[in-house]
């Protein structure tokens, strides 16, 4: 480090963490038939009664919203012989239609619990995947940022005290950004879904967390 450019170079590393407000409730349907009229069809009913189920615990039907409906073949391995060798051909089976819903509201362990009830006694039978997040996301990585940011200067100011030199100017801040990870999920087990709605939802979610790390260059006066 010459006289002339003398520099320090901080890595700041920032954490924020923050009661999750929201509630993403990820549903997913499947439908098989060996016909695919037959398996289009299987799959409306089966939104139908999803929609039905989620309107009498006081939502809209239009709450609930696509985020992914695929249609695809299902073809299974058949084992056969071809003289003393063991060989294997595809035979087609059908077709399977997933799709995959998303309804969200503020969190409220009632209605968590209600909502949660009514999907699974639905008869379309949805896999149900919850997940917690933030309401406002830019305000919580804004968060964290300044985190960083109060760690980098503080370190530069520790180490040039130590070194008995003053924090200059800063020069650079070099940060690559990354969508930060505001949400944790849930997974439910169908023992949980059978459980009471008074024990099946007895629970206080994590807090959202996420850490990230933003890079500074400062002068040494």
């Given amino acids: 480090m ?3 450019n003398r520099t320090i170079h901080i890595k700041g590393f920032g954490h924020a ?7 993403v409730l990820s549903l997913t349907l499947t439908a098989q038939h060996v016909e695919y009229a037959a398996a289009l069809k299987i799959a409306n009913q089966q939104i139908e009664m999803l929609r039905e189920s989620i309107v009498e615990v006081g939502f809209n039907a239009d709450d609930l919203k696509t985020t992914n409906f695929d249609v695809r073949t299902i073809y299974e391995d058949e084992e056969y012989r ?11 089976v059908g077709f399977e239609c997933r799709h995959d819903l998303r309804l969200t509201f503020d969190m409220d362990a009632d209605k968590l619990g209600a909502t949660v009830d ?16 933030l309401k406002d996301t830019d305000a919580f990585v804004d968060k964290l940022l300044k985190s960083a940011a109060r760690d980098a200067k503080r370190k530069a100011k520790i180490l040039c005290t130590a070194a008995g030199v003053k924090l200059g100017r800063l020069i650079d801040i070099n940060y690559s950004w990354q969508e930060a ?32 790390t933003v890079d500074f260059l400062w002068e040494i006066e």
Avoid: M, W
Avoid at 82 to 92: D, I, L, P, T, V
Avoid at 190 to 208: K, N
């Fill in 17 to 23: 963490e923050q009661a999750p407000d929201t509630v």
């Fill in 2 to 4: 010459s006289e002339t």
């Fill in 118 to 133: 009514t999907i699974a006694a639905c008869l379309s039978e949805p896999k149900i995947t919850i997940a917690f997040t």
């Fill in 82 to 92: 071809e003289g003393s060798s063991k060989r294997y051909r595809k035979n087609f």
């Fill in 181 to 212: 990870v505001v949400r944790h999920e849930v997974n439910l087990a169908p023992t949980v879904l059978g459980c009471d709605s008074d024990t099946a939802f007895d629970f206080q979610p994590e807090d959202v967390t996420a850490s990230d």
